[in-house]
């Protein structure tokens, strides 16, 4: 019987070190040991949760339950927000399974593990194979940081004639500017302060502009789409003047509350307001192989994957100071 340290979120926020025991593996489950782990936004939000946190995860292959087929002892594996799907639904048959009625994902589902861990068990079906080329700790915030804005940009048949604004340069933007870059678009990112100016231009922007306190965003051309990677929803009405007529809006941002958004130039200008949730595994791999060809690795900071690790990362990107994704490896 399988057993590992887990990291779990707590009623304060404090985090809580603990074991999870996992019966045999059955079925396509596999044992993994947890080498790296990226801190997303969204681990924020189960802090005072009583679960494990984390959903970045890579690890190495230990051992396979008996209908496991594709993935063998040693190999280097990848996880994300969602572990489970039924299989055979509308949705998990046309490849849409991050909406399948039965999916078990991050916050919903097996809260007994995660990835700031030391080992996990998930089924193989859910797990991606890592890219040579892509170290344990570049690979981990693809996971879902990468993923999720890739779909976005992917999924939803981003041109590389577009002009395509990226809000908040955080773990999520700084990796969509790279993929937007890379995918031959002309990429503007709209910031709050001019801090991560040169690093922005540096990751592939040809356009920067900081928003914080104006009364009027100013862009030389409009936006054909916009990502907003912001951690809370931006402010509608400055934003709608940019955005040229048909272009469409990615509300990535987790928030609980409801989405309000200037009515009468959405109608006349023809936007389309596209929400998503990370990516299916189709979308996933083809991003794990689109970022080992053009080389987009996200900018890290490391920490140990213990408690006091934990805090530290949380701390700073709670702070607004991490560079760009925080990542807790195994020491
Ligand atoms: N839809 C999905 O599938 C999905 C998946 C993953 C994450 N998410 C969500 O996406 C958002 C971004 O995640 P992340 O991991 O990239 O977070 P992050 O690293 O904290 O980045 C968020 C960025 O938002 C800006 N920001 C910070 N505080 C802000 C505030 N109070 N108001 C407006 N902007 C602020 C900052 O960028 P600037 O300094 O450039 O302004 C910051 O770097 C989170 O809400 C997360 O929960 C959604
Ligand atoms: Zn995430
Ligand atoms: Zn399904």
Redesign the pocket.
């Known amino acids: 019987m399988p057993s590992f340290t887990v990291f779990k979120g707590s009623k304060d926020g404090s985090i809580q070190q603990s074991e999870t025991k996992k019966n045999d593996l059955t079925g396509d489950q596999v044992l993994l040991k947890v080498t790296a782990s990226g801190l997303?936004?969204?681990d924020m939000?189960y802090r005072t949760a009583d679960m494990v946190l984390g959903h970045e995860g890579v690890g190495i292959v230990e051992s396979l339950g008996p209908d496991a087929k594709y993935l063998k002892k040693g190999d280097r594996v990848g996880w994300g927000?969602e572990h489970d799907s039924c299989g055979h639904c509308e949705q998990c048959l046309k490849g849409s399974e991050t909406y399948c009625s039965e999916r078990a994902m991050y916050g919903m589902a097996d809260l007994d593990q995660g990835s700031f861990a030391k080992g996990a068990v998930w089924r193989e079906a859910f797990l991606f194979k890592i890219p040579d080329s892509l170290p344990d700790e570049a690979a981990a915030p693809l996971q879902?940081?990468g993923a999720?804005v890739f779909n976005a940009l992917h999924t939803y048949n981003t041109d590389p004639v577009e002009t395509v604004g990226i809000m908040?340069?955080?773990?999520?933007?700084h990796l969509a500017i790279q993929f937007a870059s890379k995918m031959g678009c002309r990429v503007v990112v709209l910031?709050?302060?001019d801090?991560?100016k040169d690093e922005a231009m540096k990751l592939g922007a040809h356009e920067f502009v900081a928003t914080k306190g104006a009364k009027e965003i100013k862009v030389s051309q409009p936006l054909n789409r916009l990502l907003v990677?912001?951690?809370?929803m931006?402010q509608w009405d400055l934003v709608m003047p940019i955005l040229a007529p048909g272009a469409t809006i990615h509300p990535?941002?987790?928030?609980e509350g409801n989405f309000s958004i200037p009515n009468m130039p959405l109608i006349l200008n023809g936007i389309t307001v596209q929400g998503?949730?990370?990516a299916s595994r189709y979308v996933h791999r083809r991003m794990l192989d689109f970022a080992a060809r053009h080389n987009i690795q996200p900018i890290v900071e490391k920490f140990p994957m213990t408690q006091k690790g934990i805090e530290e990362g949380m701390a700073k990107?709670d702070k607004?100071e991490?560079r760009?994704?925080g990542v807790f490896v195994i020491e």
């Open positions: 997303c936004g969204t939000h927000y879902c940081g999720t908040g340069v955080g773990g999520l933007g910031s709050g302060s801090k991560k990677t912001t951690s809370a931006p990535l941002s987790v928030d998503s949730v990370v990107l607004g991490m760009y994704r």
